[in-house]
């Protein structure tokens, strides 16, 4: 079964201060994508970031930086320079295929509640 | 970017009513859409999974006769919730799922805020 697990369930920062979020996977797929995705107050989620299992190159996104390291089974999310407006929650998602190839199905994690305080 | 539209984006309804909620990917197609429920502090959790032109499948515990969606464009997906109950008040987001190569991403809809009184 697949799972994803975001020990941190808050997190509060001052601006400025850099904070990355952990995730960690589970899954017996060899073939898998990883995503972030920010949930602001508003509820609409927003995309960061998609993975696939094979190219484990760091990535940097201007204040967004993500580190997959397979071998932890980890995908931790970065915000250098935290900003209030990154107040938002954050969630890491999983997809798996189902028997026939088709269909990704995300399974997400809990969340974690990042709040930027100026 | 994909960018996915919902309609509406609430709607307070008394109980016993049914409410349908629109999902349209705005410019790409999506052969795939999907529906969850979030309750407050919570994560997302699947409801079903659309597909263009077949019945969708439904995850365990989730009433077919109870959530109806239909799939009959590339482009728009609904859910209609039936007879609603209070216990069906929730935060409604469906997702279409776009496929680029061998590359596929959700992209989400703004969300749907259901009040049943």
């Known amino acids: 079964a697949q799972k994803v697990t975001q020990a941190q369930t808050e997190i509060s920062v001052v601006e400025k201060e850099d904070v990355t979020l952990d995730c960690v996977y589970e899954?017996?797929?060899?073939?898998?994508?990883l995503f972030w995705y920010k949930q602001p107050p508003s509820g609409e989620l927003v995309f960061l970031i998609r993975?696939?299992?094979?190219?484990?190159q760091n990535e940097i996104s201007g204040r967004y930086s993500w580190n997959f390291q397979k071998s932890t089974s980890s995908f931790n999310f970065t915000i250098t320079a935290s900003q209030v407006v990154d107040s938002a929650v954050y969630f890491c998602a999983l997809s798996e295929a189902n028997s026939g190839g088709s269909n990704y199905k995300l399974t997400f994690g809990k969340g974690t509640l990042l709040t930027v305080n100026p | 970017g994909a960018v996915v539209s919902q309609h509406p984006s609430w709607v307070i309804c008394k109980s016993g009513t049914s409410v349908k909620i629109e999902c349209r990917s705005l410019d790409f197609q999506a052969t795939t859409m999907f529906w969850y429920r979030q309750f407050p502090k919570q994560s997302l959790m699947l409801m079903a999974t659309?597909?263009?032109?077949?019945?969708?499948?439904?995850e365990q515990g989730v009433e077919k006769d109870k959530f109806l969606i239909n799939h009959a464009s590339l482009t728009l997906s609904t859910l209609t919730v039936t007879s609603a109950h209070p216990e069906d008040s929730s935060f409604y987001i469906c997702s279409a799922r776009e496929l680029l190569g061998l590359a596929e991403t959700q992209y989400f809809g703004p969300g749907t805020r259901l009040l049943v009184l």
């Open positions: 899954t017996r797929d060899t073939t898998y994508y």
């Open positions: 993975r696939n299992s094979f190219d484990e």
């Open positions: 659309s597909n263009e032109g077949s019945k969708a499948t439904y």
